[in-house]
């Protein structure tokens, strides 16, 4: 019976790590299922899709990964940690390079390159509170750094795509609530002592020059495309030629469970707009409040499926596009970066997993009211 059991474990060892790294798609393809069996596949699948978000989303996903196979951000960061002089210095500066870094590489991406980073920087004091303090920073200016560009957010990119936001009109939608998050942000780095701090003397990489600036190039035309300056087209054939010819590894490397996790969105978000019942009770719930209602509805459902399911249902874009934004503060399960973050943190501090819950729910509520009180505030 032993020998049988032990023949048995292999098959399911790796079965629950998979869906500890794809709960999220797994849930988004459950939810595309039983919408399925409401909303029979017919013609009007088609018009699900918002292709213009997973062509921008797959081009910036591909070059980022580039960069990060030649250790461009990790360098970078490096290079400006060494700068810094004590704990709440580099606290500030982590924070600021995973805010520029949501900005420009997505936060889920930003959290990945740089919560290393933070680990290596704070592990040898021995403080795990300030460990602690310093991720859950991180994953707070993640969330919140990427509200201010359309690319820096997953829900960013298909908003501005779906209702057409002009960049201007978008900017300064968002303007104000990252001022303020910038703001709320460096104040908690106050929290953290300013005693010395000395990041370890490791091998330090090169950059490649001729890479590193056809990468920059690439990512660069990314952009463009995605502030619509440059065609869909044109750019994805330009990042495939470029990376089949450079770096094969990073076409592998790209989150194609993201992917699949909006297209398993789009169909749960296109089914259930087709539903009367559904229809009536969230255009009743955003009529009421459409910023409320978002932010309510990212500490169950996260933000991005909250994005793509009630965008069918209104058309202020404004007051949605900020409460999916902040509302990726709350909860653990708001942000996908959140559980990023944990998930990180657990892996060195396992024990220590009441002192990081304790510590992110006080700080990423008081996140969440503030941003959500101002925003109501300037309307």
């Given at each position: 019976?032993q020998?049988?059991?032990?023949?048995?474990?292999?098959?399911?060892?790796?079965?629950?790590?998979?869906?500890?790294?794809?709960?999220?798609?797994?849930?988004?393809?459950?939810?595309?299922?039983?919408?399925?069996?409401?909303?029979?596949?017919?013609?009007?699948?088609?018009?699900?899709?918002?292709?213009?978000?997973?062509?921008c989303?797959?081009?910036?996903?591909?070059?980022?990964?580039?960069?990060?196979?030649?250790?461009?951000?990790?360098?970078?960061?490096?290079?400006?940690i060494?700068?810094?002089?004590?704990?709440?210095?580099?606290?500030?500066?982590?924070?600021?390079?995973?805010?520029?870094?949501?900005?420009?590489?997505?936060?889920?991406?930003?959290?990945?390159?740089?919560?290393?980073?933070?680990?290596?920087?704070?592990?040898?004091?021995?403080?795990?509170?300030?460990?602690?303090?310093?991720?859950?920073?991180?994953?707070?200016?993640?969330?919140?750094?990427?509200?201010?560009?359309?690319?820096?957010?997953?829900?960013?990119?298909?908003?501005?795509?779906?209702?057409?936001?002009?960049t201007?009109?978008?900017?300064?939608?968002?303007?104000?609530?990252?001022?303020v998050?910038?703001?709320?942000?460096?104040?908690?780095?106050?929290l953290?002592?300013?005693?010395?701090?000395?990041?370890?003397d490791?091998r330090?990489?090169?950059?490649?020059?001729?890479r590193?600036?056809?990468?920059?190039?690439?990512?660069?035309?990314?952009?463009?495309?995605?502030?619509?300056?440059?065609?869909?087209?044109?750019?994805?054939a330009?990042?495939?030629?470029?990376?089949?010819?450079?770096?094969?590894?990073?076409?592998?490397?790209?989150?194609?469970?993201?992917?699949?996790?909006?297209?398993?969105?789009?169909?749960?978000?296109?089914?259930?707009?087709?539903?009367?019942a559904?229809?009536?009770?969230?255009?009743?719930?955003?009529?009421?409040?459409?910023?409320?209602?978002?932010?309510?509805?990212?500490?169950?459902?996260?933000?991005?499926?909250?994005?793509?399911?009630?965008?069918q249902?209104?058309?202020?874009?404004?007051?949605?596009?900020?409460?999916?934004?902040?509302?990726?503060?709350?909860?653990?399960?708001?942000?996908?970066?959140?559980?990023?973050?944990?998930?990180?943190?657990?892996?060195?501090y396992?024990?220590?997993t009441?002192?990081?819950?304790?510590?992110?729910?006080?700080?990423?509520?008081?996140?969440?009211?503030i941003?959500?009180?101002?925003?109501?505030?300037?309307?």
């Amino acid at each position: 019976m032993q020998a049988a059991e032990g023949i048995q474990k292999p098959k399911f060892q790796h079965v629950k790590p998979f869906v500890r790294k794809n709960a999220v798609l797994l849930i988004a393809f459950s939810a595309a299922v039983v919408s399925a069996f409401l909303v029979p596949p017919d013609a009007q699948y088609a018009g699900y899709f918002d292709w213009k978000t997973l062509c921008c989303l797959f081009g910036t996903l591909a070059v980022v990964c580039a960069l990060k196979n030649i250790h461009f951000f990790a360098i970078l960061a490096r290079k400006i940690i060494r700068l810094t002089g004590n704990a709440r210095t580099a606290a500030i500066a982590l924070s600021y390079i995973t805010f520029i870094g949501s900005m420009l590489i997505a936060n889920d991406m930003a959290l990945i390159t740089f919560l290393p980073l933070g680990y290596l920087v704070f592990s040898a004091v021995g403080k795990k509170r300030d460990v602690a303090l310093v991720f859950i920073l991180q994953n707070i200016a993640a969330n919140l750094g990427g509200m201010l560009t359309p690319f820096g957010n997953p829900q960013n990119l298909y908003l501005y795509s779906h209702f057409q936001i002009p960049t201007g009109e978008f900017l300064s939608i968002m303007f104000w609530p990252f001022v303020v998050s910038i703001a709320l942000v460096t104040g908690c780095c106050f929290l953290i002592q300013p005693y010395a701090l000395r990041v370890s003397d490791c091998r330090e990489d090169r950059l490649p020059p001729m890479r590193t600036c056809l990468y920059l190039a690439l990512f660069l035309m990314t952009i463009l495309m995605i502030f619509r300056l440059l065609p869909i087209w044109l750019v994805l054939a330009a990042v495939a030629a470029g990376l089949l010819i450079l770096d094969r590894k990073a076409l592998t490397m790209v989150d194609y469970g993201l992917l699949a996790t909006f297209v398993c969105f789009f169909i749960f978000s296109g089914n259930m707009s087709r539903l009367p019942a559904v229809r009536s009770f969230f255009s009743g719930l955003l009529a009421q409040n459409t910023l409320l209602t978002a932010v309510f509805s990212c500490q169950f459902i996260s933000n991005v499926p909250s994005a793509i399911l009630l965008s069918q249902f209104t058309d202020q874009y404004a007051s949605l596009l900020r409460g999916v934004n902040i509302g990726g503060t709350g909860t653990l399960i708001a942000s996908l970066a959140s559980l990023i973050t944990f998930r990180e943190f657990t892996s060195h501090y396992r024990e220590d997993t009441r002192l990081y819950l304790g510590l992110f729910t006080g700080l990423s509520f008081a996140f969440l009211l503030i941003l959500t009180v101002f925003c109501l505030v300037i309307g």
